[in-house]
């Protein structure tokens, strides 16, 4: 096709004249892996070798790798239980908002009621509440009925942070199936549990592993709302918590640091290569409604 | 003790699912066992009271309590008027913070956009498209706090003349000869700057990803007239490609600028908003935990809020619109 308009221009010069573009694109990919690269090179090299010179150096012969660093830091480093911790904070924390917020998604896609259109703007205005505003109050609430430290407080919380976004998501989607298919099941005398546990549910298994992506990985990652409504015990301290506070105890221990960062890495990584296409349509799907 | 929390969890694993069933069920008896229309109004409102509930209790009453609050004194006691907010805009650390947050808002927003669309426009025409997104948009996966030690161990300082273990000093060392290396995260004017290009480097990907999508969606038919007509390759994105996408860059900027405004985990973990680097999410948590000031605490969230409404009633207003447009 671009030959009619570049016929002057041989293959070859058309080649070369595409150099800069790999260089620049290539030289950004570098960069952009580096950091990473660096930080897992490091976490295998020995702690004496790691503070004195460059991780680079590890591929010079003799090679020297260890995996000393990870033993310690998943059995003294505490680093064991914070990963339990991680999880059972995310699991139950990823399962509630998508349960509730798609039954309430139903409902504002195929339900007429007074208040409905009012009611799902608040919930698009709620998108944007930054959580710093709902900390103090939720905090004492959490103080008064003796649920800070518990993971009961945190998975409530992070279910009701995920919602907005869950009902925007599956709102958007369970909207557009076809109109025919609902009717015609109700014709046929299903009922509303009926028709949203063995039609909608099931037709919206994209939608939902797109959310359920994304609402892991935010709580998996998640810093903040761990260290306020945990408070700080190192019995239920999510992986972040427990990363943080060994930077402010050990500073300049990389090679403690290095591998608890990449202990904590591991699963969104694993979730992020085998699910990237939901993970990236979670992100779409975040600003812009197609 | 562990042991227990795992079997709450597994037991709240099992019960959520059976418990929504159950009452999904049960009330869809309650609806049936009254008459047709009672059953119309009542449904909608059994499906949506489990999520309604929770957003009342943790996100709607807390705002309304917290811009209450924000005029309260420290033990939120006394009523105080403007205080805390006269003490947002007056005291010579909160104005550092709100330097800052304009910092990051400007150069985090701004770099994020360009080094986006650069890399979508630039994969696009390449043939390892996919791996070249792969690799920027990886640090989308990690976590702040992760990013946060990568790159403190990225800025690592050793004095001049010893081995640099840091990949910066190290690099910038080799290439220039005479570079004395730098304690990045200690010295004051490179630390905010420092901190700005990890929040550059996990939030591109994101860019790059819906920048990536808008550029797909425009007709390669448009592209193709206008390099029939001659137009340099550089001329057709500024033309026609930068226009067109117009509408993705802006929804990019404002979800960029919601992100930003709350920016707290990579200061958090990399300096704790020491020297001069803090921002108004890490003030807001000190104020909190460290001073117990929850007067002036509630006033720097609503500052927050309060800078969000204007994106907030964009969301509204083009939720409208895609309502009505079908």
């Not at chain 1, 260290?227 to 943080?244: E, N, Q, R």
């Not at chain 1, 105890?249 to 608890?260: D, F, I, P, V």
């Not at chain 2, 010893?162 to 570079?179: E, K, M, R, Y």
């Not at chain 2, 979800?255 to 921002?279: A, Q």
Request: hydrophobic content about 55%.
């Amino acid at each position: 096709m671009a030959n009619k308009s570049g016929s002057v221009r041989t293959p070859l010069r058309r080649a070369l004249g595409r150099i800069p573009l790999h260089v620049i694109l290539i030289l950004i990919c570098v960069a952009w892996i580096t950091p990473s690269a660096g930080l897992l090179v490091s976490s295998f090299r020995p702690k004496n070798m790691i503070a004195t010179n460059g991780w680079w150096e590890a591929f010079k012969t003799p090679f020297s790798f260890t995996l000393e660093n990870y033993a310690y830091v998943l059995t003294r480093g505490n680093m064991g239980r914070s990963f339990v911790n991680s999880l059972l904070i995310a699991v139950p924390s990823t399962l509630m908002p998508i349960f509730i917020g798609a039954c309430a998604a139903y409902a504002f896609a195929w339900m007429r009621f007074p208040f409905r259109k009012t009611l799902y703007l608040m919930i698009i205005a709620l998108l944007v509440v930054p959580l710093q505003m709902t900390m103090i109050p939720i905090l004492r609430l959490f103080n008064k009925v003796g649920l800070t430290g518990s993971f009961v407080g945190i998975w409530l919380a992070h279910t009701a942070y995920g919602l907005p976004f869950a009902i925007y998501l599956l709102r958007n989607f369970i909207a557009q199936l076809p109109r025919s298919l609902i009717e015609s099941a109700q014709i046929d005398g299903a009922s509303h549990p009926t028709i949203f546990l063995k039609l909608v549910l099931p037709t919206s298994i994209p939608a939902i592993a797109s959310l359920a992506i994304f609402q892991f990985m935010w709580v998996w990652n998640d810093l903040l709302i761990a260290l306020i409504y945990l408070g700080g015990t190192p019995d239920v301290a999510p992986m972040t918590v427990t990363i943080s506070n060994m930077v402010n105890s050990y500073g300049g221990g990389w090679e403690y640091l290095t591998a608890a960062a990449f202990i904590s890495m591991v699963l969104p990584l694993i979730v992020f290569f085998a699910l990237q296409k939901y993970f990236v349509k979670g992100v779409l799907a975040g600003s812009v409604k197609e | 003790m562990h042991t227990n929390y795992i079997m709450v969890a597994i037991a709240a694993l099992a019960v959520i699912p059976v418990f929504l069933w159950a009452y999904l069920m049960i009330t869809e008896q309650i609806a049936t066992h009254t008459s047709r229309k009672t059953a119309g109004v009542l449904r909608p409102w059994f499906w949506i009271l489990p999520a309604v509930s929770l957003l009342i209790i943790f996100l709607v009453y807390p705002v309304i309590n917290t811009i209450v609050l924000s005029f309260m004194d420290a033990r939120s006691e006394h009523f105080v008027g403007l205080r805390n907010y006269k003490y947002i805009f007056s005291d010579s650390g909160m104005l550092v913070v709100l330097r800052n947050n304009l910092l990051w808002l400007v150069f985090f927003t701004a770099a994020c956009l360009v080094l986006g669309l650069l890399i979508a426009v630039l994969s696009d025409r390449v043939k390892y498209e996919s791996v070249a997104k792969t690799c920027i948009f990886l640090p989308m996966a990690i976590s702040f706090v992760a990013a946060g030690v990568i790159w403190r161990f990225m800025y690592e300082f050793r004095p001049a003349g010893t081995p640099q273990i840091g990949t910066v000093n190290a690099i910038l060392t080799a290439i220039f000869p005479n570079f004395e290396p730098k304690a990045w995260l200690f010295n004051r004017s490179t630390n905010n700057a420092a901190l700005i290009v990890v929040g550059i480097w996990m939030w591109t990907g994101f860019a790059m990803v819906i920048l990536s999508a808008g550029l797909k969606g425009i007709s390669e038919d448009i592209l193709e007239a206008a390099r029939i007509d001659g137009a340099s390759e550089i001329a057709i994105f500024f033309r026609i490609i930068l226009p067109l996408m117009m509408p993705t860059i802006t929804v990019v900027a404002t979800t960029l600028i919601i992100n930003v405004l709350k920016v707290f985990d990579i200061v958090y973990v990399m300096t704790n908003g020491n020297l001069g680097t803090e921002v108004i999410a890490n003030r807001m948590y000190k104020e909190m935990f460290n001073f117990r000031n929850y007067g002036r605490a509630s006033a720097i969230a609503t500052l927050l809020l309060v800078a969000i409404i204007p994106v907030m009633i964009m969301n509204l207003k083009r939720f409208n619109t895609e309502e009505s447009n079908g």
